[in-house]
């Protein structure tokens, strides 16, 4: 009795030490009067590590170009990185990297959660928490003061989502969006719950109802019984708002009870991933994500973003020996915004100087590398810090690649059903 | 776990690394990872031995603490060894047979899956057999009852305790190149396997492998069922509770023998 009392009491001991373990210190700066010291966390260990290491990527070789091009009157920029492989250490590092490390921005995070628990500590510090990735509405739904966020917010990714059924696929089958069978299933963590909360509350505001809601633990080892009762259930729509591992086990669960829906429309967190195709392989071809348009044309863009954006590409090419991702992507645009446009104005480096001058950074369509403008709401708006013009696209599969094909504007290829 | 009063915290690692090595074996060489167990599991009995000689057997006789901290140190270090050499991505691997299905009517069963659950029973059959009717078996069971008793009837424990570890590594083994189809790897996969087996061996009764089978199926259909009638998000809750009430009502496990366990 007292060994399994013992063992279980260790059970729960591991699940709580591989939660925290993983975190490591940041590495030394040079002394303070000759670089800009920011902080940043990233989960490089972990779960989230792969997508995590993608963004710390970006941002970094948005620091090395910005510092080639001579870092803010010939001042270096250096990163002071911590690692977060979960909410708790995120809150450590944060607290770390502002009262030991002094940092006046911190930038993060990649994953949702992670978001959440820093920018609360750098709220109470006073200190300015720079989002690139994490795309929860909560992050800036809480009308912080010092929490900026470069990338759209997850209800902007579920109004696309749920835009392109309306205007997109129900024409196509002569139908409403009322009329679709529609399923929505999601992970439970902060990313799930907030991108399905949206979809939600858009069936009420248009008026269309869900043969099935369902979610469930990213970390599951099977999903047969959701699957199961979504085949029973037939939906021509079905919205997954998954991570890569278990958007690939609901794909193959699918695949084996023989579940098909009309269209499968995921995000660039699961479905919109390299690994997702890897795993899928020609059963990925017509599978939708919703997400920051990864497949970016050049061509489309201002000579300066075109040169941005062949660089990046070239110098993650060169580090990592592969394309770049959407996490790439979204680090490098949300660092270059802040390292470019930001620090560049503010008169001395203090968090209150950089929000300032964050407040009044405006930048228009086309000026960033993912072609969306910047403008950041006030302190009295409604989600304060959200950068308003930032936009989420849709993609597909198609031969193996993903292409954008909503919102019209941005489209590389049309959707095929 | 039963046998040599050890719980080995790295147990999911090992699985991590049967699956990373049938996933290399199908990457670099196309073998496919039903071939693939034949070389898996002699590997993982080797690395099973060689855990046991070096780390695991200067450990035996010392407080219970002292083990732990060897197993969950070895499992740490064997996750960021993972994401060192291999980095965190998702590795799959496509077979073609890996989504196939047989159909009855309404009812489809993948065949992966079937092959798991057969090849599943058919090794507990054989442990069943290997223990109560080897000398080595009949050896462990010896040990487990009374380690100075074994031992005084002339039972070389080291190499027992060795060939016990060594088994349960192979028994990966056969695991990992089994679920590859089916699943992904990636270092910190081991804990998502791992805490549902500690359940099913305690719930089944420490050392008992017929618990152990029964328990896990148990447990297996009281995730799918409540996953399908509840909510996904329940199901491990509902079995936990289970385990909680067999803790309370039985704490020896539902085939545990009275008084083993204490």
């Known amino acids: 009795m007292k060994k399994i009392k013992i063992i279980s009491a260790i059970v729960m001991l591991m699940f709580l030490l591989t939660q925290v373990l993983g975190c490591s210190g940041g590495q030394k700066a040079a002394p303070v009067e000759e670089t800009i010291r920011i902080g940043t966390i990233f989960p490089l260990s972990g779960p989230s590590a792969l997508n995590g290491q993608d963004t710390f990527d970006g941002a970094d070789i948005a620091r090395e170009l910005f510092n080639d091009k001579g870092g803010i009157n010939g001042k270096k920029v250096v990163y002071v990185s911590a690692d977060a492989p979960d909410a708790n250490a995120a809150t450590q590092e944060a607290d770390r990297l502002i009262s030991k490390e002094k940092v006046p921005v911190i930038l993060g995070t990649q994953s949702s959660s992670l978001a959440f628990a820093a920018s609360a500590v750098a709220e109470r510090n006073k200190v300015v928490y720079w989002e690139v990735e994490g795309i929860a509405d909560n992050i800036t739904s809480r009308n912080f003061k010092y929490v900026f966020r470069s990338t759209f917010s997850a209800s902007n990714m579920g109004l696309q989502m749920v835009n392109f059924v309306k205007d997109v696929y129900a024409p196509k089958m002569g139908k409403t969006i009322q009329d679709l069978k529609i399923a929505l299933v999601y992970e439970d963590g902060a990313f799930g719950s907030s991108t399905a909360k949206t979809i939600q509350d858009l069936s009420k505001e248009l008026g269309f109802t869900f043969v099935k809601e369902a979610s469930y633990s990213a970390k599951s080892n099977e999903l047969n019984s959701l699957v199961i009762d979504l085949k029973a259930k037939k939906p021509d729509v079905l919205f997954a708002a998954s991570y890569v591992n278990d958007a690939i086990l609901l794909s193959r669960t699918s695949e084996e009870l023989g579940f098909k829906p009309g269209i499968i429309i995921g995000t660039t967190a699961g479905h919109g991933t390299p690994d997702y195709v890897k795993a899928m392989g020609d059963k990925s071809n017509g599978v939708f994500a919703a997400g920051i348009p990864n497949a970016v044309n050049p061509d489309n863009m201002k000579p300066e973003q075109k040169d941005l954006y062949n660089e990046l590409t070239k110098r993650y090419k060169a580090k990592r020996n592969k394309d770049i991702s959407v996490n790439v992507l979204n680090g490098f645009n949300g660092a270059w915004i802040l390292l470019s446009k930001v620090l560049p104005n503010a008169k001395e480096m203090t968090a209150d100087n950089i929000r300032d001058v964050a407040l009044n950074t405006t930048m228009a369509k086309g000026d960033t590398v993912l072609g969306y403008g910047v403008k950041f709401a006030g302190p009295d708006a409604p989600n304060s810090g959200q950068n308003v013009e930032a936009f989420a696209g849709v993609m597909q599969w198609q031969e193996g690649k993903l292409y954008t094909v909503f919102p019209e504007i941005i489209a590389l290829k049309q959707p095929k059903f | ?262």
């Open chain 2, 1 to 262: 776990m039963g046998v040599m009063d050890i719980t080995n915290f790295a147990h999911g690692e090992y699985l991590m690394l049967s699956l990373y090595a049938s996933f290399w074996l199908f990457e670099f060489f196309h073998i496919d990872p039903y071939l693939s167990v034949l070389l898996v599991i002699p590997l993982m009995f080797l690395l099973g031995l060689l855990t046991e000689k070096f780390l695991i057997r200067p450990t035996i006789g010392k407080p219970m603490f002292i083990h732990i901290f060897v197993t969950l140190g070895l499992s740490v270090i064997l996750q960021n060894l993972a994401l060192l050499l291999w980095s965190g991505n998702f590795r799959t691997i496509q077979v073609p047979f890996a989504t196939h299905t047989i159909n009855f009517g309404d009812i489809s069963i993948s065949t992966p899956r079937l092959i798991i659950f057969m090849v599943t029973l058919t090794v507990a059959y054989l442990i069943h057999l290997f223990l109560n009717y080897t000398w080595m078996g009949k050896a462990i069971r010896a040990t487990s009852q009374n380690r100075n008793s074994a031992q005084l009837m002339g039972i070389n424990i080291n190499r027992v305790f060795m060939v016990t570890f060594a088994l349960g590594t192979a028994c990966l083994g056969i695991a990992g190149p089994l679920l590859m189809p089916i699943y992904y790897v990636y270092p910190t996969i081991g804990f998502q396997f791992v805490l549902v087996a500690f359940v099913a061996v305690v719930m089944g009764g420490l050392g008992s492998v017929k618990g152990a089978v029964l328990a896990s199926m148990l447990i297996g259909i009281i995730e799918t069922l409540s996953g399908y009638f509840l909510d996904p998000a329940m199901k491990q809750a509902i079995y936990f509770l289970l385990f909680i009430l067999v803790l309370i009502f039985k704490p020896s496990g539902i085939f545990g023998e009275e008084g083993k366990v204490v």
